[in-house]
T-cell receptor, first 116, second 113 residues
Framework: AQSVTQLDSQVPVFEEAPVELRCNYS??????LFWYVQYPNQGLQLLLK??????LVKGINGFEAEFNKSQTSFHLRKPSVHISDTAEYFC??????????????FGKGTTLSVSS | DGGITQSPKYLFRKEGQNVTLSCEQN?????MYWYRQDPGQGLRLIYY???????QKGDIAEGYSVSREKKESFPLTVTSAQKNPTAFYLC????????????FGQGTRLTVV
């Protein structure tokens, strides 16, 4: 079964600084990867996804991620963060569950805290 | 507007009582999912359904039950057998399983006292 590791549980940064949130997945023949954002007491919103094609994926709110097959990574980046980017970020992979069907498997999340 | 509606947003129950969380979607999605979220644990899959009248256990199905009698609805029952039911519960749906993105509801925070 696939697994997702988010390497940092918390990432504090100052406003307008660049940020990278790291995500590694376990190897698979084919993989579909996602980044979601969650604001307090709300559901998850899709930031971006990698299904195939270009390894650099651009998403909403100025975020982008790079799929690196050799390093089994899918790190999320933003060149300049805003206070409003403060939220929890989840990396997810599509995987077969209990040999019966597929669902998204999530990492434990990274809390991004942006301060002025 | 299309979307996923979870109700209620907050739910309090006494220990030993069963409770049912509602999830309705009008996106015409075939697949629906229930996740449990605890601080520092990420989202863990409870149950998922690929089609009406069919569903499969996820990683933490013990103490939970679901039904899928209609395409639009996927209610989750938290039974008294669930040892630690206090958590944030998220329902999601997708056009097909896994490969396409999942759309999430706003969540239900269940507190058992």
């Amino acid at each position: 079964a696939q697994s997702v590791t988010q390497l940092d549980s918390q990432v504090p940064v100052f406003e307008e600084a660049p940020v990278e949130l790291r995500c590694n997945y376990s190897s698979s023949v084919s993989v579909y990867l996602f980044w979601y954002v969650q604001y307090p007491n709300q559901g998850l919103q899709l930031l971006l996804k990698y299904l195939s094609g270009s390894t650099l994926v651009k998403g909403i709110n100025g975020f982008e991620a790079e799929f690196n097959k050799s390093q089994t990574s899918f790190h999320l980046r933003k060149p300049s963060v805003h206070i409003s980017d403060t939220a929890e970020y989840f990396c997810a992979v599509s995987d077969l569950v209990n040999q019966a069907g597929t669902a998204l498997i999530f990492g434990k999340g990274t809390t991004l805290s942006v301060s002025s | 507007d299309g979307g996923i509606t979870q109700s209620p947003k907050y739910l309090f129950r006494k220990e030993g009582q069963n409770v049912t969380l509602s999830c309705e979607q009008n996106l015409n999605h075939d697949a629906m999912y229930w996740y449990r979220q605890d601080p520092g644990q990420g989202l863990r899959l409870i149950y998922y359904s690929q089609i009406v009248n069919d569903f499969q256990k996820g990683d933490i199905a013990e103490g939970y039950s679901v039904s899928r009698e209609k395409k639009e609805s996927f209610p989750l029952t938290v039974t008294s057998a669930q040892k630690n039911p206090t958590a944030f519960y998220l329902c999601a749906s997708s056009m097909t399983q896994g490969v396409t993105e999942a759309f999430f509801g706003q969540g239900t925070r269940l507190t058992v006292v």
